[in-house]
């Protein structure tokens, strides 16, 4: 049953009190509990904070955040908002017609930039711990799966759903060299060359951007007219400008066949644990000191997986080789026992493999796509 409301919306002030439920195994519970949400430095671009309010700014009733870009299509772009971290905030539960007044404040929000689309990332399912970065735009941290239950039939279509698998790679024993899945995994196919992508070379950047773009991961269009409040134009990611820990070379990897690049991998420790031992300071700690942090957490995500549609796409051998790379030096390098994979719906078969290495799902993300 819906409610007849005035919805009001409010930009974000920065320090905003992020509150919902506590993180269970295979369920949410409401209390008071902060969830770790990374700082406005972590964000990858000009991402907004918006607060969705009931009549006024003293009823706030979610929240939720959102940077505009431009699909890329063909023979053009068009312009869409992409929002994450849809978060409840008045109410304990989510119900059916708070959940269509957020969709509705996206609407009018992505109306008011000139955006024609909406996207919102919101978790179907969650049965294991998630670790950042949360989705491929690393912006998403975490919210209530009920969010999707409660949209029904309302829910935006199409609703591709993205697919987080975890597994353990290698024995938890401080000694232990190789064990787990490392002897299983393949080496690359003849003729392919996989090797960290290089962060002051200017090809190499334009090989990630480029491989990004045209994989259809999420395809982007970065040399279109940027929207009003911002664009893809300025996100960072590599993060190196405000988060040193990140500057690691082989955190990225590049694929190339031929000499020329045909796909990448990009993987990250698990920063919201890191986070939780040593504060939020050591974002700033330097890159030579990820090893160490990595190996006393012992997690890690690999969070982009782009390869080129000529190559393969993520289900062919050069997304495993990418994938099995990256898993191997998370391993050998920095010490992770256990690592999460991102996969979208198109790699189905990669899932397979992984599950067929004792992987198993832990998250469900849904990507609900609306037109304004």
């Known amino acids: 049953?819906?409610?007849?409301?005035?919805?009001?919306?409010?930009?974000?002030?920065?320090?905003?009190?992020?509150?919902?439920?506590?993180?269970?195994?295979?369920?949410?519970?409401?209390?008071?509990?902060?969830?770790?949400?990374?700082?406005?430095g972590l964000l990858p671009s000009s991402a907004q904070g918006f607060v969705v309010c009931l009549g006024s700014s003293a009823e706030p009733m979610a929240s939720f955040y959102a940077f505009p870009y431009r699909r890329k299509v063909w023979p053009g772009s068009i312009p869409v908002l992409r929002v994450a971290r849809p978060i409840l905030r008045a109410r304990k539960t989510w119900e059916s017609y708070t959940a269509r007044n957020l969709l509705l404040a996206t609407r009018l929000v992505a109306k008011t930039y000139g955006l024609s689309t909406v996207e919102v990332e919101a978790y179907r399912g969650v049965w294991g711990p998630i670790f950042f970065p949360s989705s491929p735009t690393a912006m998403d941290a975490s919210n209530d799966p009920e969010f999707v239950k409660a949209l029904g039939s309302q829910r935006g279509v199409p609703a591709p759903i993205w697919t987080t698998v975890e597994m353990g790679i290698r024995s938890i024993s401080a000694d232990a060299a190789a064990g787990g899945i490392l002897d299983r995994l393949p080496d690359p196919p003849r003729g392919l060359v996989l090797r960290p992508m290089r962060r002051d070379n200017a090809e190499d950047r334009e090989a990630y951007n480029h491989l990004w773009i045209e994989s259809g991961v999420l395809p982007l269009n970065t040399k279109a007219r940027a929207p009003l409040f911002g664009g893809w134009q300025e996100l960072r990611p590599w993060?190196?400008?405000?988060?040193s820990l990140l500057g690691q070379e082989n955190f990225i990897l590049l694929a190339e066949a031929g000499g020329t690049p045909v796909g990448l991998v990009h993987w990250w420790p698990n920063l919201y644990e890191i986070a939780a031992r040593h504060g939020r300071a050591s974002a700033g700690l330097p890159a030579e000191r990820a090893p160490e942090l990595t190996a006393e957490v012992g997690e890690a995500k690999i969070f982009k997986l782009a390869v080129l549609p000529k190559a393969g796409g993520g289900r062919g051998p050069v997304g495993q080789a990418l994938v099995a790379a990256a898993l191997r030096i998370m391993a050998q390098d920095f010490g992770v026992y256990r690592a999460q994979v991102m996969l979208r719906p198109e790699d189905a078969a990669l899932k397979d493999w992984l599950k067929g290495l004792g992987g198993k799902t832990v998250q469900e993300m849904a990507v609900l796509t609306i037109r304004v």
């Not at 919805?7 to 920065?14: G, S, V």
């Not at 409401?30 to 406005?40: I, M």
């Open 239 to 243: 993060y190196d400008d405000v988060v």
């Open 1 to 40: 049953m819906s409610e007849p409301v005035e919805l009001k919306i409010y930009t974000m002030e920065i320090g905003y009190q992020e509150r919902i439920g506590t993180q269970g195994d295979s369920t949410f519970v409401g209390d008071d509990s902060d969830w770790y949400v990374p700082p406005v």
